[in-house]
């Protein structure tokens, strides 16, 4: 163990502690640690506490005295792994959370178990989690459960996670070893919508590029693993009102409405919709304990009581929101679904679905773009999903419940499925709706891909405004027509539809569905090409086909500008529709001036 370093180092970091800590307020940031068994986590996060002098008094002699009795070598990842068991297996069995703090602000690090058993708990683990780390071994590289990791830290809603190339040591402090990891990974990331970075070298167990610049690796000249935390951004907090109610308590001769505020705020006065039930009162109050405590206001993260200005049955499961910025209320919605249980997920089966406070029955009524959560490889049409795949799904519930779209709220975005007693599952919301389960779109061999690209555009003439009227709902199999034409669109017999947000393309050929293939197996052939809303890509070699890519992972990770002007075009195969009577005098002089405007290509 290297203690003069950590001689060195704690000290210093504890007093920088120490003259923060008379700051009156302080930013805390929540991060999660992941990765696979054996890559050294739990290493990592030990050091780390060791070096910025964050151990209770006593901690590493307890730690020295259990290695001794037990025979073993002393180990950071001891100092985490609270449990006999844990140390016994040498693996994490449940999610650990830790505090400390530098000179900038104060950390929740959360470490979230690694081995294949214990995936279930990473749910809870990461859920609150506003930045990520995946540590990999350098050595080893990038193994199964590192490409499962990432990929539920994707549908927790995490947008970025750094990585750490640990036990540098044991692979010669190659450079080559660290690029050939962010290679890999960057682009495993980058598929999963994930931007990734910062990407930094270190070994753990030796303390190198943890406080200090490591002297081993002269070739790294980015941050160390502090400096990249306190680097880090924190994301900016979601707007509007969500407030899940917990319990409601009769007191006195008040109905106290208790709950978490995951996001927004909320003020007594505020004008209040309770959904689903679509009841609307204002709220009375703000309670407290004790009076001294007492304020009308309630903030994001707080556990609060509130009252109501009408007397209303309100249940555990509602949503408290601003009358004016509601959320849905549906009894259907597509997912994206990563599946954990011993039995497969099966269309059709019975489950229990949780979401925020509420629980209710639900069914799966649909399952599409079914891949190997490891890979991304497709793994074929089925009606089930396997243990460690993922799946875009059609969920139907046995009752409307309070939702929104993860995008626009992650709490009541996001959901987890019980089979049994076992949490089996878990997702996170992409559309709302009983009409999302008959869209159209192009479907084979388990991938899945929305065929936008037969919207019609029109513009009113009387309104001046541009509409877009979705297709009619239909399956586009292999070996099906699809339709050429339309009254906004006219596209060749044979060209390429690349569905980015769906992650797939498809192949058509004399007008047929030739192939549906993941985003990931497919290369530009020289074939037309357009984007999933049937806009033009200016893609004329392979050359460019690669520069298209890059460009958007570019974009993705902040580095670059918006890639949609340089790479789209509208008028190839589409045109807006007209509609409606001349909204102006004169004939074709009453027409708007300049050509009207195009609605943003979301989702493209």
Known sequence: MNDEYHKASAPQAAAAGDAAGAQETREKLSLVVTGHVDHGKSTVIGRLLYDTGSLPQGAIDRVREISRETGQPFEFAFLLDAFEEERKQGITIDTTRLQFRTGKRDYLIIDAPGHKEFLKNMISGASDAEAAFLVVDAARGVEEQSRRHAHMLSLLGVGRVGVLVNKMDLAGWSEGAFESARSELSAFLWNLGIEAGPFLPLSALLGENILSPSARMPWFSGPTLIGALDGLKKPAREEGLRLPIQDVYK???????????????????????????????????????????????????????????????????????????????????????????????????????????????????????????????????????????????????????????????????????????????????????????????????????????????????????????????????????????????????????????????????????????????????GFPAVNGRGFALKVASAWDWEGLLAAFARAASGAGPDPASRWLDFNVYRRIAFTGPLAGPGGEGGLPGGPPPVPPGGGI
């Open 251 to 525: 007191f006195d001769d008040r109905r106290i409405i208790a709950g978490r505020v995951e996001s927004g705020s909320l003020r007594a006065g505020d004008e209040i919709l309770i959904s689903p039930s679509g009841r609307r009162t204002r709220c009375a109050s703000i309670e407290a304990w004790l009076p001294r405590d007492a304020r009308g206001e309630a903030l994001a993260g707080e556990s609060v009581g509130v009252t109501a200005s009408d007397e209303f049955f309100n249940r555990r499961g509602e949503v408290i929101s601003l009358r004016d910025d509601p959320p849905e209320v549906a009894d259907a919605f597509r997912a994206s679904v990563f599946w954990m249980g011993r039995a497969p997920l099966s269309k059709g089966r019975r489950y229990r679905l949780k979401l925020a406070t509420d629980s209710c029955d639900c069914r799966v009524t649909g399952i599409y773009n079914r891949i190997d959560s490891s890979t991304l490889a497709p793994a074929g049409a089925s009606d089930e999903v396997q243990s460690g795949e993922v799946a875009e799904a059609a969920v139907r519930l046995s009752r409307p419940m309070a939702l929104d779209l993860f995008s626009r709220h992650r709490v009541t975005g996001r959901f987890v499925i019980v089979d049994g007693y076992d949490v089996a599952g878990g997702g996170i919301i992409t559309g709302a709706g009983a009409a999302l389960e008959r869209g159209a779109g192009f479907a084979s061999g388990g991938v899945w891909a929305r065929a936008a690209l037969f919207e019609e555009y029109s513009y009113s003439l009387e309104e001046q405004a541009v509409s877009i009227r979705e297709p009619s709902p239909c399956r586009y199999g292999v070996g099906d027509p699809v339709p050429l034409a339309g009254e906004s669109y006219a596209y060749p017999d044979s060209f390429d539809v690349v569905v980015f947000r769906d992650r797939a393309a498809v192949r058509i050929r004399g007008g047929r569905v030739a192939e549906v293939l993941p985003l990931s197996g497919y290369s530009w052939g």
